[in-house]
T-cell receptor
Framework: SAVISQKPSRDICQRGTSLTIQCQVD?????MFWYRQQPGQSLTLIAT?????????ESGFVIDKFPISRPNLTFSTLTVSNMSPEDSSIYLCSVERAGDRKYGYTFGSGTRLTVV | SQQGEEDPQALSIQEGENATMNCSYK?????LQWYRQNSGRGLVHLILIRSNEREKHSGRLRVTLDTSKKSSSLLITASRAADTASYFC???????????FGTGTQLKVEL
C-alpha cells in the first residue's frame, strides 16, 4: 500500500499569511484528496486533485482560499491563503491504497495548523 | 450535509471489555470503512465492508452492515489501553471516489 509523507507536521502562523502543505506519495496515484478537520470535529473533504487538471472543490471551499497543485502523480500541495484563526485545523491528504477500492485509503500524518 | 452520524460520541470502558460503536449514513454506498485516529494525527484504515456483505472480521474487530437500515457497527473485543483513540466510519458512494466521514466516537480504555 502507498506511504505518504506529509509536511509540515505542525505550524503556528500569523493571520493574513499563507501556508503550503506538501504530500509526497511513494507510488503513482491518480487522485489525491485533501481534508480539513476542525477542532473536535470529523473530516471534511476540501478538494480532489488530479494530475494535469484543475482540482475539484467541494461546496464551501474555493480555489482562491485553498489553491492546490498537482505537478505529477506522486506529489501535491495545498495552500491555506490569507489565514484567519478560523483556519486553525488539522489538514490531511489521502490516496486510495489500491485501484480497485478493496483496501480503503491511506492518509498522511496530518498538519496541525494554528493561526494566531 | 451528507455526513453520517456515529454514536456514542464518547465511550469509556475498562481494559478487557468490549466496545461497540454505531454508524448511520444517508446514501446508497459501494462500501463502508472504519478508521482510527490517535490524538489528532493521521487516520489508519481498520476494515472495509462492501455493500453486499453483512459481517466481516479482522483480528479483534467485527463489523456489521445493514444496508436496509443504512447502519453499521464496529465491535472491538477484549479492548486494550492502546485502543484509546477516535474511531470514524466513512462511506464510499457507488460510482464515486470520495469518502464521507461520520462524526466519530472517542474511545477511552482505562487500565
Amino acid at each position: 500500500s502507498a506511504v505518504i509523507s506529509q509536511k509540515p507536521s505542525r505550524d503556528i502562523c500569523q493571520r493574513g499569511t499563507s501556508l503550503t502543505i506538501q504530500c509526497q506519495v511513494d507510488s503513482q496515484v491518480t487522485m489525491m484528496f485533501w481534508y480539513r478537520q476542525q477542532p473536535g470535529q470529523s473530516l471534511t473533504l476540501i478538494a480532489t486533485a488530479n494530475q494535469g487538471s484543475e482540482a475539484t472543490y467541494e461546496s464551501g471551499f474555493v480555489i482562491d482560499k485553498f489553491p492546490i497543485s498537482r505537478p505529477n502523480l506522486t506529489f501535491s500541495t495545498l495552500t491555506v491563503s490569507n489565514m484567519s484563526p478560523e483556519d486553525s485545523s488539522i489538514y490531511l491528504c489521502s490516496v486510495e491504497r489500491a485501484g480497485d477500492r478493496k483496501y480503503g485509503y491511506t492518509f498522511g500524518s496530518g498538519t496541525r495548523l494554528t493561526v494566531v | 450535509s451528507q455526513q453520517g452520524e456515529e454514536d456514542p460520541q464518547a465511550l469509556s470502558i475498562q481494559e478487557g471489555e468490549n466496545a461497540t460503536m454505531n454508524c448511520s449514513y444517508k446514501t446508497s454506498i459501494n462500501n463502508l470503512q472504519w478508521y482510527r485516529q490517535n490524538s489528532g494525527r493521521g487516520l489508519v484504515h481498520l476494515i472495509l465492508i462492501r455493500s453486499n456483505e453483512r459481517e466481516k472480521h479482522s483480528g479483534r474487530l467485527r463489523v456489521t452492515l445493514d444496508t436496509s437500515k443504512k447502519s453499521s457497527s464496529l465491535l472491538i473485543t477484549a479492548s486494550r489501553a492502546a485502543d484509546t483513540a477516535s474511531y470514524f466510519c466513512a462511506t464510499l458512494e457507488g460510482g464515486g471516489n470520495k469518502l464521507t466521514f461520520g462524526t466519530g466516537t472517542q474511545l477511552k480504555v482505562e487500565l
